[in-house]
């Protein structure tokens, strides 16, 4: 498992974008807080320099009129902390080289390594599953390169740190169905509290734990209270551990139910209000701006495994299409569209892993070979649609469609020419052309040329490369030989640690089979 974690975190690494952006930015700032102020209120320091022009505009006023960030997201904050500390302690040494620029550029690599983690609990929980560990592989290669998650990887967002910890959760609760040990209870429950403390949004997925935890021991257990002490015992664990962010929440904002700009009772009486139900079940499934499927072509796959589910492993199908479920109903009834600047369904990546998961009941249910091509041919194709994502900041193309296109950036959500895959795709090629000759190509949108005029704009102001290492040598030239060094061992570190992966599971196939 080492190894494809190195695998993983090398390629993620290498692929980073040098800058924490998005939402990510007020979690920047509280890092920066925690580390060099020792508290979690945001730019308290007057004298500091504005070094990348992003300081002012940020954050709400908290209860003792200070700046605080407007999403409470301690659980990012924390860990990103200590990349910010090492950050710092480079920058005392790169004197020529702005503070911000290193810190930042040392933040950036945060969720490329909780990507990493996340990767190999999906391999865990596949085998806890009772998948071959050729299998496990293929699951945890599906998720790393053929879903939506690489791409978050080169974001600021706090998904990757609620994916990871959603799969903790769960995997302590699987192991708790193999063995009832009450301290797997415990340490699902901590898993799932910190799923909260990093987004508010956590709190959806605890009914579906209860179920799993009440089927595990409704057969094994004979009496009412030996059937209720460890759903007990989960829900008490996970209530408690939700005090510090409640706690947090009322020193800071100056009420236990404010999350930020964020509040359970809004959310709830939106949800309850909310009329866009067949809209947003468009609008999530299918739509070429956010259609889960489309973003995640794979997972078209899980749905057929339900065929070849075995009796044993029903309720963690249950569990898993119950977490799908919960995470999908209650943005698609609050028609909480997400960031129209994130890479499809941001907000249903939690859910990803689980239907990935299923995937394996397909791979080991269908062994012919019509079988085994669908999920090599899905798994291929959603790699090409994230892998232009990977090399160039595909949020540019919304910047071009409103700036250039003139058009409401809504409309990207609906349009086919408008999908952001297609965008992505060609500001992508649109930059080698372009580097290669010279000449840039134009984006042309001709949706109705019944009723619409034939649109041909360049695409050169928003096209461009957006790596770390590109980034580190525009600032500094003489870094180059430092960048390419790092960038050789990157590549080396994710070909060896593959390589090792695939003897150690062959390994394990031989020794199986005899």
């Known amino acids: 498992m080492l190894y494809l974690f190195l695998f993983?975190?090398?390629?993620?690494?290498?692929?980073?974008?040098g800058h924490y952006g998005g939402d990510g930015y007020e979690e920047y700032l509280t890092a920066?807080?925690?580390?060099?102020?020792?508290?979690?209120?945001?730019?308290?320091?007057?004298?500091?320099?504005?070094?990348?022009?992003?300081?002012?505009?940020?954050g709400i006023e908290g209860r003792n009129g200070g700046t605080y960030s407007a999403r409470s997201c301690l659980g990012v904050t924390f860990p990103l902390s200590l990349f910010y500390a090492l950050g710092h302690i480079a920058a005392s040494f790169l004197k020529n080289v702005p503070h911000d620029f290193i810190t930042i550029l040392f933040v950036s690599f945060y969720n490329p390594f909780i990507s990493a983690v996340t990767v190999l609990f999906v391999f865990a929980i596949s085998g806890?599953?009772?998948?071959?560990?050729?299998?496990?592989?293929?699951?945890?290669?599906i998720y790393g390169l053929s879903t939506m998650a690489p791409v978050y990887t080169r974001t600021g967002f706090a998904e990757p740190t609620l994916v990871l910890f959603l799969l903790i959760s769960v995997y302590w609760i699987i192991?708790?169905?193999?063995?009832?040990?009450?301290?797997?209870?415990?340490y699902s429950a901590l898993a799932l509290a910190y799923c909260v403390l990093t987004k508010a949004i956590g709190f959806i997925f605890f009914p579906c734990l209860l179920v799993y935890i009440f089927w595990c021991i409704y057969a094994k257990k004979q009496n009412l209270f030996d059937r209720l002490k460890p759903v007990a015992i989960f829900a008490i664990v996970f209530i408690f551990s939700n005090?510090?962010?409640?706690?947090?929440?009322?020193?800071?904002?100056?009420?236990?139910?404010?999350?930020?700009?964020?509040?359970?009772?809004?959310?709830?009486?939106?949800?309850?209000?909310?009329t866009h139900f067949v809209k947003g079940v468009y609008y999530y499934l299918i739509s070429p701006g956010k259609g889960v499927i489309l973003f995640n072509l794979p997972i078209i796959l899980s749905f057929v495994a339900l065929a070849k589910i075995p009796k044993e492993r029903r309720k963690e199908v249950v569990l898993f299409l119950l977490i799908f479920i919960v995470n999908l109903l209650f943005f698609v009834k609050s028609f909480k569209?997400?960031?129209?600047?994130?890479?499809?369904?941001?907000?249903?990546?939690?859910?990803?892993?689980?239907?990935?998961?299923?995937?394996?009941?397909?791979?080991?249910?269908?062994?012919?070979?019509?079988?085994?091509i669908f999920v090599w041919l899905l798994s291929v194709v959603g790699f090409l649609v994230m892998f232009p994502c990977m090399f160039i900041n595909?949020?540019?193309?919304?910047?071009?469609?409103?700036?250039?296109?003139?058009?409401?950036?809504?409309?990207?959500?609906?349009?086919?020419?408008?999908?952001?895959i297609m965008g992505a795709w060609w500001m992508f090629v649109s930059r080698i052309i372009q580097n290669i000759t010279g000449k840039d190509i134009l984006f042309v949108f001709a949706p109705d040329y019944w009723l619409i005029n034939k649109v041909s704009v360049s695409m050169g102001e928003y096209n461009y490369i957006d790596l770390w290492f590109v980034k580190v040598m525009e600032a500094s030239p003489s870094f180059a030989p430092a960048v390419y060094a790092v960038l050789t061992c990157l590549a080396l570190l994710s070909i060896v640690s593959f390589y090792k992966v695939c003897v150690l599971i062959s390994s394990k196939e031989n020794i199986e089979q005899y």
């Not at 993983?8 to 974008?17: E, K, M, N, T, V």
């Not at 009772?130 to 496990?136: A, L």
């Not at 595909?394 to 952001?420: A, C, G, H, T």
């Open 337 to 372: 569209r997400g960031s129209l600047f994130s890479w499809g369904p941001r907000y249903l990546l939690p859910s990803i892993p689980f239907l990935v998961l299923l995937i394996g009941y397909y791979y080991e249910g269908y062994k012919n070979l019509t079988g085994r």
């Open 394 to 420: 595909q949020s540019k193309f919304y910047l071009f469609v409103v700036e250039k296109l003139n058009l409401d950036e809504y409309l990207i959500n609906f349009i086919p020419d408008l999908s952001p």
């Open 175 to 186: 192991r708790y169905s193999k063995n009832l040990e009450e301290r797997c209870l415990i």
């Open 32 to 58: 920066e807080s925690i580390v060099l102020d020792r508290d979690f209120q945001l730019h308290d320091r007057p004298h500091d320099p504005d070094q990348l022009n992003y300081k002012s505009g940020v």
């Open 128 to 141: 806890h599953l009772g998948f071959k560990p050729v299998t496990s592989l293929i699951l945890s290669l």
């Open 8 to 17: 993983f975190a090398s390629l993620y690494s290498f692929f980073s974008i």
């Open 243 to 274: 005090f510090l962010v409640l706690s947090y929440n009322h020193i800071i904002y100056g009420s236990i139910l404010s999350f930020g700009k964020d509040n359970p009772v809004t959310i709830a009486t939106s949800v309850a209000q909310s």
